[in-house]
T-cell receptor, first 114, second 111 residues
Framework: DVKVTQSSRYLVKRTGEKVFLECVQD?????MFWYRQDPGLGLRLIYF???????EKGDIPEGYSVSREKKERFSLILESASTNQTSMYLC?????????????FGDGTRLSIL | AQSVTQPDIHITVSEGASLELRCNYS??????LFWYVQSPGQGLQLLLK??????LVQGIKGFEAEFKRSQSSFNLRKPSVHWSDAAEYFC?????????FGKGTKLSVIP
């Protein structure tokens, strides 16, 4: 089974801090994704990456950046955390598009910015 | 642009009753369609997927979904709901790297 591991289940940070959310997958997947999930809004794509050192903006990239130095690891960075970034963050991975494989999700990180 | 509508925000059913969760999509080509389930405090788990072929798709946990191109729908069904099915369900459409999710339907199950 695919395993997508997010480093923290719960995280509390202060406004203005630089925050790192880490995600690791163990299936050698090319694609990795970061979403945020808010009540009534569903899942919104922040960034995705289809290869090491490659990244593409999703629907809501403002205030975030990402890093993918190794294939198995995809980090989401909040450069200067703000209270409106309090949310559930979900990481996902998948194989390349041509195989039409679904995205596999981690358990999420619930981030609170005080 | 692709979009997904799940018309029901919250559904309550009795244990043992049948279930149908609605999903309507808008997509410019042949869609790839998915249903995911999210238990409280957890990530999303894939229930089933449709790419092509038979329009009735079987998934895990006794769920199935039917793709109807003429209605742009991909409704999720289960003949007999169990208390453990209480969760939030998300429909998604699109290519794998550009999935669009619906806002979800929360399912409550009455014992």
């Amino acid at each position: 089974d695919v395993k997508v591991t997010q480093s923290s289940r719960y995280l509390v940070k202060r406004t203005g801090e630089k925050v790192f959310l880490e995600c690791v997958q163990d299936m050698d997947h090319e694609n990795m994704f970061w979403y945020r999930q808010d009540p009534g809004l569903g899942l919104r794509l922040i960034y995705f990456s289809y290869d090491v050192k490659m990244k593409e903006k999703g629907d809501i990239p403002e205030g975030y950046s990402v890093s993918r130095e190794k294939k198995e690891r995809f980090s989401l960075i909040l450069e200067s955390a703000s209270t409106n970034q309090t949310s559930m963050y979900l990481c996902a991975s998948s194989q390349v598009v041509r195989t039409n494989q679904p995205q596999h999700f981690g358990d999420g990180t619930r981030l609170s910015i005080l | 642009a692709q979009s997904v509508t799940q018309p029901d925000i919250h559904i309550t059913v009795s244990e043992g009753a049948s279930l149908e969760l609605r999903c309507n999509y808008s997509y410019g080509a042949t869609p790839y369609l998915f249903w995911y389930v999210q238990s409280p405090g957890q990530g999303l788990q894939l229930l089933l997927k449709y790419f092509s072929g038979d329009t009735l798709v079987q998934g895990i946990k006794g769920f199935e979904a039917e793709f109807k191109r003429s209605q742009s729908s991909f409704n999720l069904r289960k003949p007999s709901v169990h208390w453990s099915d209480a969760a939030e369900y998300f429909c998604a459409v699109g290519a794998v790297e550009q999935l669009t999710f619906g806002k979800g339907t929360k399912l409550s199950v009455i014992p």
